[in-house]
């Protein structure tokens, strides 16, 4: 089982550019997440979907976008890059939003540098 | 808010010797706790949780006891060995499903 797969693995991107990471999961889990890693600071959230068709902002949404057309896919998009959104994201699902002892699945990760 | 403070790093620790990495947490009710590693390389993934108060979470050697009196959760091994070379985050989740992460303990084990 593949679990969760994000692409790319990094990219280098100019700043004002447009980007879309991608996330795909394939335990037909209710919830998903993305997450920014940043030395010294953890992961911070940065939007979540609780279930298809529903999204809610996270830590720090600014900047980025998402969507959730349908269970397995949750793209992240990055309208106009700037050199702040410099980091590792990192997509994650759970099996059952709302439950807190729920554990989160991650993928690999995407470094993304903007320049 | 809701939050963690875990131990900074980083910790470098030879074969066979202790560890233990703190972690506090901050939180307006009673959350669950987690520990997650990262392995070079690799994304996150669970390594031990505690629901409640008193409950003792392990896993691969590795002890961490939910104590609501001194609000931590530290992360304890016996004996570490150099593939236990990683990034720790505590982590805790309160009325949602949203994490709160801290900021990471790099561990690095010498043979």
């Known amino acids: 089982t593949a679990g969760i797969t994000q692409a790319p693995t990094s990219q280098i991107l100019a700043a004002g550019r447009s980007m879309t990471l991608r996330c795909t999961q394939d335990?037909?889990?209710?919830?998903m997440y993305w997450y920014r890693q940043d030395l010294g600071l953890g992961l911070r959230l940065i939007h979540y979907?609780?279930?298809?068709?529903?999204?809610g902002k996270g830590e720090v949404p600014d900047g980025y976008s998402v969507s959730r057309a349908n269970t397995d896919d949750f793209p992240l998009t990055l309208a106009s890059a700037v050199p702040s959104q410099t980091s590792v994201y990192f997509c994650?699902?759970?099996?059952?939003?709302?439950?807190?002892?729920?554990?989160?699945?991650f993928g690999p990760g995407t470094r993304l540098t903007v320049l | 808010g809701d939050s963690v403070t875990q131990m900074e790093g980083p910790v470098t620790l030879s074969e066979e010797a202790f560890l233990t990495i703190n972690c506090t947490y901050t939180?307006?009710?009673?959350?669950?706790l987690f520990w997650y590693v990262q392995y070079p390389g690799e994304g996150l993934q669970l390594l031990l949780k505690?629901?409640?108060?008193?409950d003792k979470g392990s896993n691969k050697g590795f002890e961490a006891t939910y104590r609501k009196e001194t609000t931590s959760f530290h992360l304890e091994k016996g004996s570490v060995q150099v593939s236990d070379s990683a990034v720790y985050f505590c982590?805790?989740?309160?009325?949602?499903?949203?994490?709160?992460f801290g900021a990471g303990t790099t561990v690095t084990v010498r043979a």
């Open positions: 994650a699902s759970s099996d059952a939003a709302g439950i807190s002892t729920d554990t989160q699945y």
């Open positions: 335990m037909r889990h209710n919830a």
């Open positions: 979907s609780n279930t298809a068709g529903t999204t």
């Open positions: 939180a307006t009710g009673y959350p669950s």
């Open positions: 505690a629901t409640k108060a008193d």
């Open positions: 982590a805790l989740v309160l009325n949602d499903y949203k994490l709160s």
